[in-house]
């Protein structure tokens, strides 16, 4: 299970904020993070564009990127995470963007999923997974694989601001 009050915490450290753009999720990173006391420190809200439509209305995502690779795509999730941490002015963006089942999505199976974390100056940390299990533990899995990228960001940006 993920570390999100230890995220919380070096995001609180670095005097930064995180947004999420959900998908397949359906608000359960948020929900994660929420749970968290304190997490109003640094958590600001997000998007959850379930729909294709939202992820190009709501978050920019490009509506050729749309077209050409359907909404199940690395660079989708990519720019999802722009979208929301420009949305919600936050230091980073966090996105999930996939397929939970149980049919395939975009001609992707069950259990593919892209997650992508925003930074400052629009550095972009990616993870693709091929999750297997019902709906439910690939959502789970979703949510446990994003909060761990945003981790692996944050304590690799402490490294890069140490000196």
């Given at each position: 299970?993920?570390?999100?009050?230890?995220?919380?915490?070096?995001?609180?450290?670095?005097?930064?904020?995180?947004?999420?753009?959900?998908?397949?999720?359906?608000?359960?990173?948020?929900?994660?993070?929420?749970?968290v006391s304190?997490?109003?420190?640094?958590?600001?809200?997000?998007?959850?564009?379930?729909?294709?439509?939202?992820?190009?209305?709501?978050?920019?995502?490009?509506?050729?990127?749309?077209?050409?690779?359907?909404?199940?795509?690395?660079?989708?999730?990519?720019?999802?995470?722009?979208?929301?941490?420009?949305?919600?002015?936050?230091?980073?963006?966090?996105?999930?963007?996939?397929?939970?089942?149980?049919?395939?999505?975009?001609?992707?199976?069950?259990?593919?999923?892209?997650?992508?974390?925003?930074?400052?100056?629009?550095?972009?940390?990616?993870?693709?997974?091929?999750?297997?299990?019902?709906?439910?533990?690939?959502?789970?899995?979703?949510?446990?694989?994003?909060?761990?990228l945003l981790?692996?960001?944050?304590?690799?940006?402490?490294?890069?601001?140490?000196?």
């Amino acid at each position: 299970m993920a570390d999100v009050a230890g995220v919380l915490r070096l995001l609180v450290a670095q005097g930064a904020t995180v947004a999420v753009a959900e998908s397949l999720t359906g608000g359960l990173i948020g929900a994660s993070i929420t749970s968290v006391s304190g997490a109003s420190q640094a958590f600001v809200g997000g998007v959850i564009s379930y729909a294709t439509d939202l992820k190009r209305e709501l978050l920019g995502v490009p509506g050729e990127l749309l077209r050409r690779e359907g909404a199940v795509h690395p660079d989708v999730a990519a720019a999802m995470a722009a979208g929301v941490a420009r949305v919600c002015g936050a230091t980073y963006g966090l996105a999930v963007t996939g397929v939970a089942g149980p049919e395939p999505q975009d001609g992707r199976p069950v259990g593919t999923v892209h997650a992508a974390v925003c930074g400052p100056g629009g550095r972009i940390s990616a993870r693709t997974l091929s999750l297997r299990g019902s709906r439910e533990r690939i959502r789970v899995e979703t949510v446990d694989e994003a909060v761990d990228l945003l981790a692996g960001v944050l304590k690799a940006n402490i490294g890069e601001h140490s000196g």
